[in-house]
C-alpha cells in the first residue's frame, strides 16, 4: 500500500511564491517519474512538471522559469518551488508517482491534492 501526501497550499498574493511537497511512503520497491498536475474549476486536469528519477525535468510552457521541480529519492519525496506565482496559478494541485511495489508492479498513484490560490 502506498500513500503520497502534500504539503504546502495556501493563499498568496500575485507575484509571491509557494513551496509544495509530496512524500510517499508504504511498502515501496522503487518510485520512477514524480510529479505535480493541477486542475482549475471548469478545467481538465493538466501537466505542470514532471520528473524522471534520473532528475530529468519538464515543464508545462505556462510555469516555464517560474517553477522548479526537484525530488529527494532518500526521502521518497517530491518538490515544486513556484515563483512569481499568478492568479492563472489558481488550481488544485496534485502529486503523482509512478511506484513500484513488489506484490503489485507498477502504478500510477496520486495524492489527495492541495489548494492554491494566488489573488490579484
Known amino acids: 500500500q502506498v500513500q503520497l501526501v502534500e504539503s504546502g497550499g495556501g493563499l498568496v498574493q500575485a507575484g509571491g511564491s509557494l513551496r509544495l511537497s509530496c512524500a510517499a511512503s508504504?511498502?515501496?520497491?522503487?518510485?520512477?517519474?514524480m510529479g505535480w498536475y493541477r486542475q482549475a474549476p471548469g478545467k481538465q486536469r493538466e501537466l505542470v512538471a514532471d520528473?524522471?528519477?534520473?532528475?530529468?525535468?519538464n515543464y508545462a510552457d505556462s510555469v516555464k522559469g517560474r517553477f522548479t521541480i526537484s525530488r529527494d529519492n532518500a526521502k521518497n519525496t517530491v518538490y515544486l518551488q513556484m515563483n512569481s506565482l499568478k492568479p492563472e496559478d489558481t488550481a488544485v494541485y496534485y502529486c503523482a508517482a509512478d511506484i513500484t511495489i513488489l506484490v503489485a508492479g507498477t502504478n500510477d498513484y496520486w495524492g489527495q491534492g492541495t489548494q492554491v490560490t494566488v489573488s490579484s
Open positions: 508504504g511498502s515501496i520497491f522503487s518510485i520512477n517519474a
Open positions: 520528473i524522471t528519477s534520473g532528475g530529468t525535468t
